[in-house]
């Protein structure tokens, strides 16, 4: 058994949190609003974000990062944008044996860096990518789930291997961090693909013809990066593509379905962030970097970037196939 610390008591963390805790002594939750904490301690819920669920004894909220000294692993379970600043300060608090795991999706803004790559720049160690068709609200109920790990240290593979799997719980382990990584981050452009299509109420014939071409896209864009294609068959890719791309719980997927119905976000005053459009961007400057061909980023660049009309852009789409 072990100390397991829990950066983020969001929908993630919280469920993670839940999911794992049978395989710790102690695990501990940090969350930024102390009155969280306090609930979580009090009462063992967290009711922002599960109000009809008990979360397990050994779950303790914190809401200061002294607190992890001594944990063994580490998860983040907070936004890209994030990573770099909470990593600093963690840093210079966690043990230098601690393994860190990112379960981030995402490039960071100005550097266009992975999220393990954020994180080993910041500690000097390599970092474990968690990527898998993952629902939270699956997760925190104990309903059955696989993922995919990464990294290029296969002790610090097997040690959070250990913590993760359980009865319910389904795990992968593979090297291919760049592979694993590029997947979570590629499936947010193919989301907005398919969510477009579905707002411009395409038959689900094309929708799936357009998806076959999108996935095998997502293999050349992989290989081209130094990832495997194999990789893009395993939780981080397939399911998790899937998962992103045909169910409502999937920001991007409706972003693309508000697109496609003519409707145009503002992010900004909405509040709600769609990674899928930086990804996009980043995406589409990969491709000409590398001289890819890629359909689906420039369906999607078009219509959420270029503001073309959507059907338009299918139409073009449509036709490369």
């Not at 009809?52 to 909220?61: A, R």
């Not at 379960?103 to 990518?129: C, D, F, H, L, Q």
């Not at 119905?261 to 590398?290: A, H, P, W």
């Amino acid at each position: 058994m072990t100390d397991i610390g829990v950066i983020g008591a969001g929908a993630m963390g919280t469920a993670i949190s839940q999911s794992i805790a049978e395989n710790a002594d102690n695990l501990f939750l940090y969350a930024r609003k102390e009155e969280i904490c306090d609930e979580i301690n009090s009462s063992h819920y967290n009711s922002q974000y599960y109000p009809n669920l008990k979360l397990k004894e050994n779950i303790i909220g914190i809401n200061d990062y002294d607190k992890l000294k001594d944990v063994d692993i580490v998860f983040l379970c907070i936004p890209s944008s994030t990573v770099r600043q909470v990593t600093g300060e963690l840093n210079n608090i966690i043990s230098k044996d601690c393994v860190i795991v990112t379960t981030a999706k995402g490039i960071e803004a100005n550097s266009n860096k992975r999220m393990t790559e954020v994180i080993e720049e910041v500690t000097g160690r390599p970092a474990v990518a968690l990527s898998g068709p993952n629902i939270a609200s699956e997760m925190a109920k104990n309903l059955s789930t696989a993922t995919t790990i990464a990294c290029s240290n296969e002790d610090y593979l097997n040690s959070v291997k250990n913590v993760l799997k359980t009865k319910k719980f389904k795990v992968n382990a593979n090297t291919d961090v760049i592979g694993t990584e590029f997947c979570g981050i590629v499936k947010n452009v193919l989301a907005i693909s398919q969510g477009i299509c579905e707002g411009l109420d395409i038959n689900d014939n094309a929708r799936f013809a357009l998806f076959t071409k999108s996935y095998s896209e997502v293999k050349e864009i992989i290989e081209a990066l130094g990832g495997k294609r194999d990789t893009v068959d395993d939780y981080c890719g397939f399911g998790d593509i899937i998962t992103a791309s045909t169910l409502s719980v999937s920001r991007n997927h409706t972003l693309g379905v508000l697109y496609g119905q003519g409707i145009v976000v503002d992010e900004q005053s909405s509040g709600i962030l769609f990674e899928g459009r930086n990804t996009t961007v980043i995406m589409k400057g990969i491709c000409e970097k590398y001289g890819l061909d890629s359909l689906t980023v420039d369906f999607v660049y078009e219509v959420i970037v270029d503001k073309e009309n959507p059907r338009l852009a299918f139409n073009k789409f449509w036709d490369g196939l």
